[in-house]
């Protein structure tokens, strides 16, 4: 197997022999099935170091490539995007589940942006953080999506990046439903996706077109029906 042939999700190391993988963890919401499996998998396979990613996921690193697919299996869990033009993760604060803080519930709203974006083909990689109150300890503004939580509902913001070109994100909208955070997201993500070009982050993209240009697009009313 050659390293263009590596199996999804697996990422050459520096010293090009040796592979990392970052599960699937919606939300860093990890199981108890989840934890015994890795834990089974880094004894089995000898994996020899096993990192917390600041995107709420567990990267196991330095396997050879002929042992990914066998660990995948034992793991019984999906490869996460981590090299590919796709949502990468969703990061999102415990909210009002466990935080005395919390003011909207993060967690199951995180899950559920998840699974509304994973596996969208995209121009480029892309992050989310949601946050359930304006702590904002999910780090929405650095995200190329990132939701807040307050009082009055949600307010949604585009564009960030906390790269090398570090970018805080434009506020779109405040204190609107779970619902209208849904259909504004896809409104954003479908004119993303028509007019960006290849490997174009939101935050590049936004730069390049104008955040008015951007907010008429996807703010705009829908049409009336005749």
């Known amino acids: 197997m050659t390293e263009n042939e590596a199996p999804k999700g697996a990422i050459l190391q520096r010293d090009k022999e040796t592979y990392a993988i970052v599960p699937r963890v919606p939300c860093g919401l990890l199981t108890r099935e989840m934890l015994k499996n890795i834990s089974l998998v880094v ?7 096993i990192k917390m990613t600041s995107g709420h996921r567990i990267a ?8 990914i697919n066998d660990i995948y299996a034992d793991l019984n869990m999906e490869p996460g995007q981590a090299t590919e033009l796709c949502l990468h993760y969703v990061q999102a604060c415990p909210g009002t589940e466990v935080c005395k803080f919390g003011i909207q519930d993060s967690l ?21 953080g949601v946050s359930g109150c304006p702590f904002s300890c999910a780090e ?8 807040m939580g307050k009082k009055k509902g949600w307010t949604l913001s585009f564009g960030g990046n906390s790269g090398r070109q570090a970018r805080i994100g434009d506020v779109l909208v405040e204190e609107i439903s779970e619902s209208e955070v849904i259909a504004l997201i896809q409104r954003c993500i479908d ?12 935050a590049r993209f936004i730069e390049r077109i104008g955040i008015e240009t951007f907010k008429e697009a996807v703010l705009a ?6």
């Open 43 to 49: 004894e089995k396979y000898d994996i020899p170091l």
């Open 60 to 67: 196991l690193i330095g396997m050879k490539e002929d042992k």
């Open 108 to 128: 199951q709203f995180g899950v559920k942006l998840e699974k509304l974006l994973a596996g969208r083909e995209l121009p480029a990689k892309l992050k989310v």
């Open 140 to 147: 929405g503004l650095v995200r190329d999506i990132g939701v």
């Open 191 to 202: 004119y993303y996706c028509q007019h960006a070009k290849k490997r174009e982050r939101t």
């Open 221 to 226: 009313p829908p049409p009336s029906e005749a």
